[in-house]
């Protein structure tokens, strides 16, 4: 039985309108698209062998960076599976759809990247991130600035009038393409992704192991491992128009959005809401508890899209009193709506996505890195793909962190200051957000010193 395992990439394909089943909107050829919004900044360029965080936020990580990118996707392998990454020494090969119906979102052909350790049985499916649009105009502007997000970029160039959502249909003839490359003989199938593409797993890993099911091959077992894709539909912190997806609420941008895409949800998830409430199910607290095959979820408890679509930008400049407390209690309420999930992995930092980050394997929650959680997850599930097991002595998966403030988490991705670029520490970086020391130290009792070395160590 090969021991290997098979890398498989939907690059730039499913951006939150991915539960489309086909939808297209018209643009008129030639039309002006309107001023986009100031695009996100990239992050901040680390310390040689440093990994570094910065406040602003990258939607485009992987775009001109694919050897770190595999790097950590065969790093991510190697954590579920051993004794198999190493053999993933093929070439990184695009395969494009043999139905030419289904397309990016300009037209342009679907495919995939296909990396092969020949003789596998485990494969990993991944769905790459990056924010999303959800009507025309943003659209416009979204493939004017972040074209590789919705066209073949490389690839032959074609242009619709017209903008597809397909990216249900792009993962259901991924699966059908690859059962003739060898997942026919599968036993597992990781769909895992980052961002958007960790909300695409939780709105397509039952989808898919149905599929599997239907064309006979019920023996395969899938499994989600969601990254960043655990979005809350909160109140923002100040009330804005909903002008772009920056400034628009996560539930009014999804209910726009998945009439524009022509969205379709999980059935199960469905039914549990009345028409015109199917919109629910994009956020992972709602969908998950209808989802029949494992799934892995991680999130940050802080995480920068989040507070970037509740409007708490954090520029570098000390935070407002009333910004503080909505931060902490974004905190408590993602924290609350992860106890009932049983494998799950949530440091108190504030970021966004995690495993395809470099310092993926730093981070720890309570002494346990997301590495071992995901092998004792593995190990937890081996033999049966439709329920958790009670964990394995000495190897958790249920892993929140319960302190209360963004990076007290002394494993936390280094923040430099955005201004001076010098590294700052926990207590440094609390205080730079306007944390009042003498104020939290005297409703605890304690000096200000001592909290400072509580913070500082983790305690």
């Known amino acids: 039985m090969g021991r290997g395992v098979r890398v498989l990439l ?16 018209w643009r008129r050829r030639g039309q002006q698209p309107p001023p986009p919004p100031p695009p996100p900044r990239a992050e901040a360029a680390p310390a040689a062998g440093q990994p570094v965080e910065s406040f602003p936020l990258d939607f485009t990580a992987v775009e001109g960076n694919m050897d770190s ?33 289904v397309t990016c979102n300009d037209g342009s052909p679907a495919g995939y990247y296909l990396k092969e350790s020949k003789g596998s049985r485990r494969w990993l499916l991944f769905l790459e991130g990056g924010w999303y649009c959800f009507n025309r105009e943003n659209c416009d502007s979204r493939y004017d ?39 026919s003989g599968a036993k597992v199938l990781l769909l895992a992704g980052s961002s958007a593409g960790g909300t695409g797993v939780l709105l397509n890993v039952d989808r898919v192991a149905e599929q599997l099911e239907e064309l006979g091959y019920p023996a395969i077992q ?134 395809i980050r470099s310092h993926w394997t730093d981070v720890q929650v309570k002494g346990t890195s997301l590495p071992r959680a995901l092998h004792c997850w593995d190990r937890s599930l081996h033999d049966s793909h439709k329920a958790s097991k009670a964990p394995l002595k000495g190897c958790p998966i249920h892993l929140v962190d319960s302190c209360p403030w963004p990076h007290c988490n002394p494993s936390c991705p280094t923040i430099r200051d955005q201004f001076t670029g ?30 400072l070395g509580m913070l500082s160590s983790g305690s």
């Open 145 to 183: 600035t972040m074209r590789r997000l919705m066209s073949s970029k490389d690839w032959p160039r074609t242009r619709t009038d017209e903008y597809a959502f397909m990216g249900t249909l792009i993962i259901r003839e991924v699966v059908r393409e690859l059962l003739g490359k060898g997942l």
């Open 69 to 101: 990118f595999m790097a950590q996707v065969k790093s991510l392998a190697q954590s579920l599976y051993p004794c198999s990454a190493q053999q993933l020494n093929e070439d990184l090969r695009l395969h494009l759809l043999l139905n030419t119906s």
């Open 222 to 355: 899938v499994r989600g491992l969601a990254d960043s894709g655990w979005f809350l539909d909160n109140k923002q912190y100040r009330r804005t128009d909903c002008i772009d997806t920056i400034t628009c609420a996560p539930t009014e941008a999804i209910r726009r959005g998945i009439r524009y895409w022509n969205g379709v949800v999980p059935e199960r998830c469905r039914r549990q809401f009345k028409e015109g409430e199917e919109w629910n199910c994009f956020f992972g607290y709602k969908v998950y508890p209808t989802l029949r095959c494992p799934v892995f979820v991680v999130q940050w408890l802080f995480d920068e899209a989040q507070l970037t679509v509740d409007n708490v930008h954090l520029t570098g400049q000390p935070v407002q009193e009333g910004q503080w407390l909505y931060i902490q209690n974004l905190g408590r309420e993602l924290r609350n709506t992860l106890k009932d999930v049983p494998a799950s992995f949530a440091p108190a930092c504030l970021s966004h996505e995690i495993i």
């Open 10 to 25: 939907l690059l730039g394909l499913l951006h939150w309108a991915g539960g489309g089943e086909g939808r297209k909107t």
């Open 422 to 451: 010098q590294e700052m520490n926990v207590a440094q970086f609390l205080m730079h957000m306007g944390f009042d020391v003498q104020t939290v130290a005297q409703q605890q009792g304690l000096e200000p010193s001592k909290l």
